[in-house]
């Protein structure tokens, strides 16, 4: 053991360490099935006693010397780790094109690790983010020796969950990742001033137009895999079908699936939580206040995982609950046994005067506004990649627009705790079809801080809703899933708005194509509230105890 990872040790609250004793072997080859040669660093225990330690594997587009402390924090603790450069990546040969790779590496770098003499016949994946897509990428058809898998802050589905979500690209993200990815090798130093750049950077590069000019904006250069997303934007695009692992849940390994309520997968990972309990899978879920890359969250990642495989692959008892959520407001942890927990489903209504309550007595006439794409709705906060614009923000700025409508509660007499997926049904006219709709659920202290927890977006185009004879559609969002106790003199908050730049790409308006798109058309939009047109957002209300 060393001092850093003995301060590492303590700050994320780990169990003791098994062994003072790792050793490490740098820059192993594993041959793919094409001839490519990939790099890999092992770490394991040197002084276990008889039997060979469990393996555990990290596949990683962001170099193996970064990750050296997961590597020898878990050997300490018990497990070999094989910290795997993907494709084209930090030593490894071939071209690194994300995604497309992923499936066929895996698979053979499973095969080598089995083949090794230092194989006990266990194998356990683990990983945050892109570390994760390489887990669900090779995990529908797993070998029988692929015991165990720690999904941290990922999705099975990339399409839909993280770069497309509700039809609407999720622009800042996408420029964050070709900022970070282009000048990662270029060493430390490169890597500190990209970081201090991003915000501003992406900020520029987001106003470009049009958007195929986006890569060469934030780096100086095209870059092959922005052009590809793209240009592949249109809904049931086949193109996306090799990295869509949502399909088959009967094989998948047990699985530990971690995220946070500002993280731009828990969409999907929530998504991928259901559909490995509905195939019969052993799995469970821990969600906490976090975003993509909240420091806070790598402690609770590492205890996760290693508690997991702990039981997984050495028998050993774990928490019976399998979901644990961290509640805000309350700012509790609590267990429950089913995801998303039992709840009472109450529809609080659109109203009068910017109003939001669970009566919906005060209906009232339509809300107006008109969006200008010239002059985007900011974003303000939520599930964004770029740290710093990432999480729960004060919401003064966004509601003080013309283009944003807000409905707000009365104060809460007695806590009310929100906790599952969230829906805004709304009663709508837009006077254009090429349009989108967003909302966000806030909760308001008594001092009138708006903090945001929830987003939804939804994309429209030509055809895409049934109008009735006064042009008004219905039209239901699904927004993040979240957990918050709306505590005493508290109030809840629904905006609705057309957008959410650069968070999620501005609509033009016009129609043309998203890439090529240069001409901006406002629209003015009508939110419906009367009596034959109600408008509500659906809170899955918990009551205490449960």
Not at 262 to 279: M, N
Not at 520 to 525: F, G, I, N, P, T
Request: charged residues 20%.
């Amino acid at each position: 053991m060393t001092l850093p990872s003995r301060i590492a040790g303590a700050l994320a609250k780990l169990p003791p360490a098994h062994t003072f004793e790792v050793s490490v072997e740098r820059d192993l080859v594993s041959k793919m099935p094409d001839g490519a040669e990939l790099l890999a660093d092992r770490w394991y225990p040197t002084n276990v006693g008889a039997g060979l330690p469990p393996t555990v594997l990290l596949r990683s587009p962001y170099g193996r010397r970064q990750l050296g402390m997961f590597g020898r924090l878990m050997a300490e603790r018990g497990y070999q780790v094989v910290i795997q450069s993907c494709r084209g990546t930090f030593g490894s040969a071939g071209e690194w094109e994300p995604f497309r790779n992923e499936e066929r590496d895996g698979k053979a770098t499973q095969a080598w690790i089995a083949s090794q003499p230092w194989f006990d016949g266990q194998l356990a994946t683990f990983g945050p983010s892109y570390l994760g897509l390489t887990q669900w990428f090779v995990a529908q058809d797993p070998p029988d020796y692929l015991k165990a898998m720690a999904l941290t802050v990922t999705a099975s589905r990339v399409t839909d969950s993280i770069i497309y979500p509700g039809g609407s690209l999720g622009l800042e993200s996408l420029l964050t990742w070709v900022n970070t990815v282009d000048s990662q090798e270029n060493g430390l130093l490169a890597m500190v001033k990209n970081m201090r750049r991003a915000p501003g950077a992406v900020a520029r590069a987001a106003k470009v137009l049009p958007l195929s000019k986006g890569d060469t904006a934030i780096v100086g250069h095209p870059v092959p895999f922005y052009q590809d997303w793209i240009s592949h934007n249109e809904p049931g695009d086949e193109w996306w079908d090799l990295v869509d692992h949502s399909k088959d849940r009967t094989k998948i390994p047990p699985a530990a699936l971690l995220g946070g309520w500002y993280d731009l997968f828990l969409w999907g990972q929530v998504r991928d939580y259901e559909a490995l309990v509905a195939a019969g899978r052993k799995a469970r879920l821990t969600i906490g206040p976090w975003t993509h890359a909240s420091p806070g969250s790598i402690g609770e990642t590492l205890r996760d995982a290693l508690a997991f495989f702990d039981e997984q692959l050495k028998g050993r008892p774990a928490n019976p609950d399998p979901v644990r959520l961290f509640v805000m407001g309350s700012k509790k942890w609590q267990s429950f046994a089913q995801w998303p927990p039992a709840a009472e489903q109450q529809r609080w209504y659109l109203g009068r005067g910017g109003t939001l309550s669970p009566e919906g007595t005060d209906a009232g006439p339509a809300d107006r506004y008109r969006y200008d794409p010239s002059d985007p709705t900011p974003s303000v906060g939520g599930p964004s990649l770029l740290g710093q614009a990432a999480g729960p923000k004060d919401q003064k700025s966004r509601e003080q627009r013309g283009d944003v409508v807000t409905y707000t509660s009365a104060p809460m007499r007695s806590d009310l705790t929100v906790v599952g997926p969230l829906t805004a049904t709304l009663h709508l006219r837009a006077s254009l079809e090429h349009t989108d709709f967003f909302v966000r659920l806030c909760d308001v202290s008594p001092k009138g801080t708006s903090t945001n927890l929830s987003d939804g977006i939804v994309r429209l185009t030509p055809g895409a809703v049934s109008k009735g004879e006064d042009g008004t559609f219905e039209l239901t969002i699904s927004m993040w899933p979240t957990a918050n106790a709306f505590l005493a003199g508290h109030r809840v908050r629904l905006q609705v708005s057309s957008g959410a730049h650069p968070l999620f790409v501005r609509n033009p308006g016009s129609g043309e194509p998203l890439g090529s798109a240069t001409t901006l058309v406002a629209s003015d939009q009508e939110i419906w509230h009367d009596e034959t047109h109600q408008s509500f957002i659906t809170l899955p209300v918990v009551r205490s105890g449960q």
